[in-house]
């Protein structure tokens, strides 16, 4: 059974950083591309970025390019999203997903399994 749990969500001042977990366990992490989305209150889901099975590639969606970096570390099963530059408008509920497959994908619908989610609230 695949299980995700996210962590490391908080309130922070625009121009902060904060860096988000997400730990993953039931079944050969490094098999499997992960991504992050996030949902703000009365939007739907967006993709942030995504990280193929090996960590070898990369996306991000262009509002967080330059500004988020997304790794894995497949020896301990975990995904990272380190935000920097945080906006307002970055507020969300932060989700990591898994794919049963190794490479990468931009839309929700290409994930099978998903967190419950971390929330991140940018002041201004």
């Known amino acids: 059974q695949v299980q995700l749990v996210e962590s490391g969500g908080g309130l922070v001042q625009a121009g902060g950083s904060l860096r988000l977990s997400c730990a993953a366990s039931g079944r050969t992490f490094s098999y499997y591309a992960m991504g992050w989305f996030r949902q703000a209150p009365g939007k739907e889901r967006e993709f942030v970025a995504a990280i193929s099975g090996n960590g070898g590639t990369t996306t991000y969606a262009d509002s967080v390019k330059g500004r988020f970096t997304i790794s894995r570390d497949n020896a301990k099963g975990m995904l990272y999203l380190q935000m920097s530059s945080l906006k307002p408008e970055d507020t969300a509920v932060y989700s990591c997903?898994?794919?049963?497959?190794?490479?990468?994908?931009?839309?929700?619908?290409?994930?099978?399994?998903w967190g419950q989610g971390t929330q991140v609230t940018v002041s201004s």
């Open positions: 997903a898994q794919r049963n497959a190794f490479v990468i994908s931009t839309t929700d619908a290409g994930y099978s399994y």
